[in-house]
């Protein structure tokens, strides 16, 4: 069964002070996968898309990375401003459609 | 930037009655989905709709749900009596292909079943 994780649940950082968050991921055949960042109330909103092992993608203070196994995502120098929840979502190659299966997300909260 | 759009924000309906959640997705996208979010756990699949028919549902997505395109821009979810354990925030999506790229969701539509 296709299957993410997500760790930590939760992590509090300092502005400033540097962290990664980890996704492993268990599918039959991985098409993508993907970074969101959700706030409060709100609809996940597009970070990133993953295809193959060794890939890497920059947005500001956000680094992804994917191996065969996990994903991690880096951010450096975080701002207040970066709190929200981080998701991790996976795409089968064998599914039918592009669905996602969503991980349990790292709430992130950054003080300043 | 492009967005998905969904109403309402927010609904309060009684048990056992219809609820028509209601989305348009970003206009040349050709995939569309919903999902949804029960409070405090994960983001789960619902169904996918792709040339007018539904290409994929969950477990989750029983007879009690349905969804339509009735026109060429409106994406509707409806839940023909809906249970307590309905109550969840509704997440519509749409992207332009079925392989990889960009997944886009709405803000939700937060339901309240009393």
């Known amino acids: 069964e296709d299957q993410v994780t997500q760790s930590p649940e939760a992590l509090r950082l300092q502005e400033g002070e540097s962290s990664s968050l980890n996704c492993s991921y268990t599918?039959?055949?991985?098409?993508?996968l993907f970074w969101y960042r959700q706030d409060p109330g709100k609809g996940p909103e597009f970070l990133f898309t993953?295809?193959?092992a060794g890939e890497e993608k920059e947005k500001e203070r956000l680094k992804a990375t994917l191996t065969k196994k996990e994903s991690f995502l880096h951010i450096t120098a975080p701002k207040p401003e970066d709190s929200a929840t981080y998701l991790c979502?996976?795409?089968?190659?064998?599914?039918?459609?592009?669905?996602?299966?969503f991980g349990t997300g790292t709430l992130l909260a950054v003080q300043p | 930037e492009p967005e998905v759009t969904q109403t309402p924000s927010h609904q309060v309906t009684q048990m056992g009655q219809e609820v028509i959640l209601r989305c348009v997705p970003i206009?040349?996208?050709?995939?569309f989905y919903w999902y949804r979010q029960i409070l405090g756990q994960k983001v789960e699949f619902l169904v996918s709709?792709?040339?007018?028919?539904?290409?994929?549902k969950s477990e989750i997505f029983d007879d009690q749900f349905s969804v339509e395109r009735p026109d060429g821009s409106n994406f509707t979810l409806k839940i023909r009596s809906t249970k307590l354990e309905d109550s969840a925030m509704y997440f519509c999506?749409?992207?332009?292909?079925?392989?990889?790229?960009?997944?886009?969701f709405g803000e939700g539509s937060w339901l309240t079943v009393v």
């Open positions: 999506a749409s992207t332009a292909e079925r392989s990889g790229n960009t997944i886009y």
């Open positions: 599918v039959s055949g991985l098409r993508g």
């Open positions: 993953l295809y193959s």
């Open positions: 979502a996976v795409q089968a190659r064998s599914g039918a459609t592009n669905k996602l299966i």
């Open positions: 206009s040349n996208h050709l995939y």
């Open positions: 709709f792709y040339n007018n028919e539904i290409s994929e």
